[in-house]
């Protein structure tokens, strides 16, 4: 090691990966300096039904927001993820499925998710959705939810996923954001031996939406094989709609700047927003990252282990992959079921190249020590992401000793649901690692730092996260609601796209990332806005007033710490406290549960004016009340005094 914790490229990987820093400081200067040839010649491993001949039209300009690429081009997602790698690899595995329980597999080749694609595009069409329509897909990790989005996207029809741990209210409302006309589900959802009844809670969510739904036919795939409640006229079983479709079906020619899709992610205020994604730039920018990040070559077995409810899954399980004919792991259960071995032994069975997790996972299985890896080779891989959240260099060296044998290159990939596919990243064969830090800007990217008045910052430096230029994969719109789009993310720091995340760039030009900078809070790499389950809590019957916090925790990250005021006439109990627990869990997720909630009787720290000082209760949750800061401006400062001794009998 050259210098004390950076981990310059093994020269194996320097050998085999398509990228050295000679070519990434090469490319990167050419993207920057010249986009419009840059995007020219690499838009071009996309296969466009007709040729783009306009390449970059954007603006971040106020007054003048404008994200344009590849505009008059004309292409099908699916056709570029299914039929154009047909002619040779028909019969290549596109996944190795593996079931939640051990044993349970299935392999499905590109011919077979081709055909699975067509029919359930036909039948979709049967049931009278066509292009532009919105369809919310909600099922767990199996075929068919790589099926339906491609099915989707093959008749031009805007798939919306929602999370299978999401609740019948959270899915509900997002069925009614977009108006989606078809729902495609499934009876249930095992996850770690635990079954989650997907068609009861969509029965659940249409009945709350009553004669507001705009839900038609509602596709259910029988998986675990339980009866469900049938609404005749409404509901479809997937295996016989697809029984009548013939295999083939036109892919629709879409426009570069055509929907793709919808993927509905918590911000800082106000009710979760769909974020919008377009056809051409969004199928450059995954099938690029794709290959560049994890240095994927024909052949190679990837294994990204997110869930297609996450826009990791969107990039990384199906659109990347699939453009780029890989072959993936699609595995349907948890790292750590039925033992903590799991992750390790589904690696040496599919001899997996290529793994991608996100930190909490890893913290997860290193709490574990040594059992995790105990009686596996592991000797398969080559390279490890990460993605989701910072990593701590604790669990990177866990990660890189214990998965990588010392000699994995770990990228850690800094992106966004809004950012579409990967902005900073380490390129394996190009990048000396640092652990902790997502290193260097992907081609194309601009990032800056600014102070809070939105100032440049040069060299050195520590503040905001900014992105000075846009790049093929951004998000275009959040939909239904442009003003909030332009609102949300060019309005803070104008001219630039402003992330919510902090970060310090090192005297090598690294990127670290610090965190959200706004109220939204990261557990698991799960987002959640605060307004969101502060909005869930004052919803309860016993509580007057929230205020949720996030607070360090050693495997989420980051826990959820809710201070609730009851009612007048409310006495707190043990009882009161699961119960609101209980709540939160049914009207939003499971991820969602609070960690700690804490009574707050005598009211929450205000100021003057009645903001509630989140700062202050940040610090109390973190046990740092020695570093509370100026407090002058509170209305009534003794309130601090109580929760602070609240916080103490409790720890
Ligand atoms: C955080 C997930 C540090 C960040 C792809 C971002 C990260 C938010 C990293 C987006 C990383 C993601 N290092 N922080 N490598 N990757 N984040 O939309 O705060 O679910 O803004 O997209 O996760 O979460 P989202």
């Given at each position: ?94 996944y190795y499925w593996e079931g939640d329980?051990?044993?349970v597999q ?34 767990p990790m199996i ?48 996850r ?111 294994w990204c282990a997110a869930d297609v409810?996450?826009?990791?899954g969107?990039?990384?399980i ?10 993936s792991v699609l595995f349907e259960g948890v790292p750590?079921y039925?033992?903590?071995?799991r992750m390790?032994?589904i690696i040496?069975k599919y001899?997996v190249?290529?793994l991608?997790t ?294």
């Amino acid at each position: 090691m050259t210098q004390p914790g950076l981990y310059p490229v093994p020269a194996a990987a320097e050998a085999r990966c398509l990228i050295d820093n000679e070519a990434y400081q090469r490319m990167y200067q050419q993207s920057v300096q010249d986009p419009q040839s840059f995007w020219a010649e690499h838009g071009k491993r996309i296969d466009w039904f007709t040729p783009y001949t306009k390449v970059k039209n954007t603006s971040y300009q106020p007054g003048n927001i404008n994200i344009k690429w590849f505009e008059d081009g004309v292409l099908n997602a699916s056709y570029n993820c299914l039929d154009r790698h047909l002619p040779h690899k028909a019969n290549d595995i596109a996944y190795y499925w593996e079931g939640d329980e051990p044993g349970v597999q299935k392999n499905v080749t590109y011919q077979e998710l081709y055909e699975q694609v067509c029919q359930l595009a036909n039948g979709m069409k049967s049931l009278g959705v066509g292009k532009g329509d919105r369809v919310t897909i909600y099922l767990p990790m199996i075929p068919e939810a790589v099926i339906s989005i491609l099915a989707c996207a093959r008749i031009g029809a805007v798939h919306s996923v929602v999370f299978a741990g999401f609740s019948p209210d959270a899915l509900g409302s997002r069925v009614q954001d977009c108006d989606s006309k078809l729902i495609i589900t499934a009876d249930q959802a095992p996850r770690g031996s635990r079954l989650t009844a997907l068609k009861d809670n969509t029965d659940l969510a249409l009945g709350h939406l009553g004669k507001n739904s705009p839900v038609q036919h509602v596709i259910v795939v029988k998986h675990v094989g339980e009866n469900v409640d049938e609404h005749p006229g409404r509901d479809v079983w997937y295996h016989e709609l697809l029984a009548k479709q013939p295999k083939s079906c036109e892919p629709e020619p879409m426009n570069a700047e055509d929907p793709l899709f919808i993927l509905y992610t918590s911000g800082s205020t106000g009710k979760p927003k769909g974020v919008l994604h377009t056809t051409g730039g969004y199928m450059v920018w995954a099938s690029m990252t794709h290959q560049y990040v994890f240095d994927y070559h024909p052949g190679d077995i990837y294994w990204c282990a997110a869930d297609v409810g996450w826009v990791t899954g969107h990039t990384y399980i199906v659109y990347g992959p699939l453009a780029n004919g890989a072959c993936s792991v699609l595995f349907e259960g948890v790292p750590t079921y039925p033992s903590v071995k799991r992750m390790a032994q589904i690696i040496d069975k599919y001899q997996v190249n290529i793994l991608y997790t996100a930190p909490t996972a890893i913290r997860a299985l290193m709490a574990h020590g040594d059992t995790p890896v105990e009686g596996s080779k592991l000797n398969s891989l080559r390279t490890l992401g990460s993605v989701g959240e910072p990593i701590n260099p604790e669990a990177w060296g866990w990660y890189h000793e214990k998965f990588g044998h010392g000699n994995c290159p770990i990228v850690d990939t800094w992106w966004q649901t809004e950012t579409g596919g990967i902005l900073i990243t380490p390129l394996p064969g190009a990048t000396a690692l640092k652990p902790g830090s997502a290193t260097r800007p992907f081609f194309g990217v601009k990032p800056a730092i600014v102070d809070n008045d939105g100032k440049l910052q040069e060299g050195k430096a520590e503040g905001n996260l900014v992105i000075l230029d846009s790049w093929p994969g951004q998000m275009r719109t959040v939909f239904g609601d442009h003003e909030r789009f332009e609102q949300t993310y060019f309005s803070t720091y104008q001219g630039t796209y402003f992330t919510g995340d902090g970060a310090r760039r090192d005297e090598d030009g690294y990127y670290w990332l610090t965190g959200r900078v706004d109220d939204v809070l990261n557990i698991s790499g799960h987002r959640l806005g605060t307004a969101e389950i502060e909005s869930c809590l004052v919803a309860h019957d016993a509580i007057a007033e929230a205020a949720v916090v996030g607070y360090p925790h050693d495997i989420k990250g980051q826990g959820i710490y809710v201070y609730v005021t009851p009612r007048v006439g409310v006495d707190p109990s043990e009882e009161l406290t699961k119960a609101v627990r209980a709540w939160v869990r049914q009207e939003i997720s499971p991820i969602a549960s609070p960690d700690i909630i804490q009574w707050a009787p005598q009211g929450l720290p205000k100021t003057r004016s009645g903001k509630i000082m989140r700062r202050i209760l940040r610090k109390i949750a973190a046990n740092e009340h020695d570093q509370l800061g100026d407090i002058s401006t509170l209305a009534d400062p003794s309130v601090v005094d109580q929760l602070i001794e609240n916080r103490l009998n409790r720890s």
